[in-house]
């Protein structure tokens, strides 16, 4: 994980004309955010004076929220000369805030499951199929790093075991969920569990009956319905892994 000092973050900005030009409240509103935005802020002072065909004027507003930041520019057509408004969407831990992936279970040597996420989101309104990940969460070389606890506890408590340890984890590579709202470049992974030593492997039912609610579930999903799912599935993270995987030689799956 980066780590970031503040005041070289508020050099960076103070630095920059766009942000000279903003009124002395944006500036302080900026350089007072706190420290859990310092990711946000370091991506804001490498934003440059000009990006394509538009000139950044200043920065005219922004709005944040517990996770997420809307940033405001007042910007300048190069080709007309027109001055308009642009705007982005960050998280406030920068602009790549974590992962999302697919885990395989694997008997053998063999991949014989996957893994889903099932949970309602606030923002749409509706229960998804969803890939696993989080933010901070981040794929490591034969690891990971910070595996959200909600997740931890599910699968080990699905699998029956007293510790989830992946036998083999592979980035692949980043994606963008829209270009044209936000600056979030998410990793994607692959990820492996060997089950060879796990008896009975089913989906228990009395999770939130013996843990607290969290609006979560994980389903254990055989092999053979991945291509089932992908037509059923619509996060794009959980799409791009799969694309990639399907394309790749080390990763066989078999359905």
Do not use: C
């Amino acid at each position: 994980m980066n780590t970031f000092s503040r005041e070289t973050i508020n050099q960076k900005l103070s630095a920059l004309p766009w942000f000279q030009d903003s009124t002395p409240e944006i500036q302080q509103e900026v350089l007072s955010m706190p420290d859990d935005f310092l990711g946000f802020l370091d991506d804001l002072s490498n934003r440059p004076d000009e990006v394509g065909e538009v000139d950044i004027i200043r920065l005219s507003k922004i709005v944040s929220g517990n996770y997420l930041v809307i940033v405001v520019f007042d910007v300048r057509s190069n080709i007309t000369n027109q001055e308009f408004t642009f705007e982005y969407a960050s998280w406030k831990t920068g602009k790549n805030p974590g992962s999302r992936g697919i885990i395989f279970l694997e008997t053998d040597g063999k991949i014989t499951h996957f893994l889903l996420s099932k949970s309602h989101k606030f923002s749409s309104m509706e229960e998804v199929y969803d890939s696993i990940g989080g933010l901070y969460f981040h794929p490591l070389e034969k690891n990971t790093q910070n595996l959200p606890k909600k997740i931890d506890q599910e699968i080990r408590f699905h699998l029956g075991i007293d510790h989830v340890e992946f036998k083999k984890v592979i980035s692949l590579g980043k994606a963008h969920p829209d270009y044209g709202m936000s600056n979030n470049q998410t990793d994607l992974f692959a990820a492996t569990i060997d089950i060879s030593n796990v008896p009975n492997l089913t989906t228990k039912k009395d999770f939130r009956a013996t843990h607290k609610p969290v609006g979560f579930e994980i389903k254990i999903i055989h092999i053979s319905e991945f291509g089932k799912y992908l037509n059923l599935i619509e996060d794009n993270y959980f799409l791009s892994a799969a694309a990639r995987i399907l394309t790749r030689k080390d990763i066989s799956l078999e359905f």
